[in-house]
């Protein structure tokens, strides 16, 4: 996950989320195509994450009901 590094360096410079920004959405989403893809993102972001205050929400569900694929969605967000 080398776009975790670089994710996580973008919100750093953000400033922190309140509820004003918190409306406008989370700092960064990130899209897999599988749980366990989904699940080794979070794994390591966590990892490199660890000394931040950041927060970290794993969301799984289905696209389209038609579809197999199962899209995550991991949100990190910078908070006060």
């Known amino acids: 996950a080398a776009f975790v590094i670089p994710m ?8 922190p989320m309140d509820e004003k920004k918190a409306a406008d959405g989370p700092y960064a989403v990130v899209l897999a195509p599988t749980r366990e893809l989904a699940q080794q993102i979070e794994e390591e972001t966590i990892k490199l994450a660890k000394y931040t205050d950041f927060r970290l929400v794993l969301h799984m569900g289905i696209l ?3 579809c197999c694929l199962c899209l995550v969605i991991v949100v990190v967000d910078h908070i006060q």
């Open 8 to 15: 996580l360096c973008y919100i750093m410079k953000q400033p």
């Open 64 to 66: 389209f009901w038609t």
